[in-house]
């Protein structure tokens, strides 16, 4: 789909700040509960109201939403007319939780490990969390539910890949994949603790690329795709690419614990609306915010700062709009992840000399 | 009886200006359905049989051989079904 669709095709619900662990790089900065988080009525009408608007996906995020007492309430509610993804630490899940999700059909669960050890995980996440998660998965899996490992790729973690990688193939997970840290909540916060410098992120790309080469399609990552496209060569033919990369504001949309409604989790200073305030589709339709935040779609890549002269902009997306609004505060700041970037260059030149 | 086919029990469709999307809230799997696709979906009823479906094509489409459209229809309709957005069903014809 290129258009903006009448409704969103996907909607992300944040049901919780709140969270049992308290991880060095989490971009929600999860932990206590938000002032005036949407209760279980809240939730429930609004999930009624986008099965009415024919929204078809649900991706569960947080904070911990299994913590939320009323999680299955909410769950069950939602299965009636969509499907549902799972974004949990699993460390709450019990075998009579993993029966539970597992009835109720949830299409795919994304648990998160961040190390192949308990050192290497719970320096990140905190002491005891690797064993429960680990638990959890077993859990999951025995009870026939999809899962998969999301990993976030950091400076605690970044030599441990490979192990990460023959963990989750031993456990029996569908697949994994390696993000990098959204440079906003907590990964602000500790990021000379967690961040890899652009010269780690080259050691942390090879790296993926030749676990990639070994595991095939079982290992997925922001990172290799950034591999594949530096080493294509520029389409003569293609002209310059347009913002294109993600699919915010054009089939999804998100929704944060207290009901703030933002183009995607990681902007969420971007508040469009609420849906206590606000009528949802009303929002989607006519936000000037969302129109500014889709008006970046129509724009070159050579729009970005210091990506005129790049050789790639034939084939190149544009990276992530949400992490330039976090490293640099402009929606049309480059990707601060981009390796080729002059403007990231001479940030991490800085930060070398500091 | 003859063959046919209804939608499952698990699929959601919505219009969009690029064609009809069906969704199967239970696999996840979303499909884009053109003009032509749609009209094979609406026939897709229970009450229609494929040959019905292949004859109202060819009302709408003479410039094309039947056995084409018939063949296009059949695997269109096995795809749908391969990845349950229909389900087999026994259509009751006039004769019965």
Known sequence: MTKISRVPITVFLELTKRCNLNCLHCCADGGQARPEELSTEDWIDFVRYLAKLKVFRIVITGGEPLIRNDFFTIVREIRKNQSVVLNTNATLVTDKIAQQLSQLGISVISVSIDGSTPEIHDRNRGSGSFIKTIKGIESLLKHNCRVVINSVVTRINYQDIENIVALAKRLGVEKIGFNHVHPTGRARTNKEQIVPSLEEDTTIADELWKVGQKYGAFVGSWYIDQMKLYNSPPNPHGGIRSISRCSAGKETIAITANGDIVPCNNLQELVCGNIRRSD??????????????????????????????????????????????????????????????PINIERECKRVHI | MARGYSIHPSIITREEEEGTLLFNKDTDDIKLLNQVGFLIWK??????????????????????????????????????????????????????
């Not at chain 1, 989607?284 to 005129?308: D, N």
């Not at chain 2, 094509?57 to 051989?65: D, G, K, R, S």
């Not at chain 2, 309709?77 to 014809?93: F, N, Q, T």
């Open chain 1, 280 to 341: 949802f589709a009303r929002v989607w339709q006519y936000s000037s915010i969302l129109a500014e935040f889709r008006s970046l779609f129509k724009l070159k890549v050579t729009s970005l700062e210091g990506c005129q002269d790049c050789h790639l902009v034939s084939i190149c997306p544009g990276g992530c709009r949400a992490n330039a609004y976090q490293e640099y505060g402009s929606l049309t700041a480059p990707d601060p992840f981009c390796r080729l970037n």
């Open chain 2, 43 to 96: 026939h897709c009823d229970g009450a229609h049989t494929i040959d019905q479906i292949v004859e109202t094509l060819a009302i709408q489409y003479p410039e094309v051989p039947m056995d084409t459209l018939r063949s296009d229809v059949k695997s269109f309709l096995e795809i749908l079904l391969s990845r349950k957005l229909l389900v087999p069903a026994e259509v009751r014809i006039e004769n019965d």
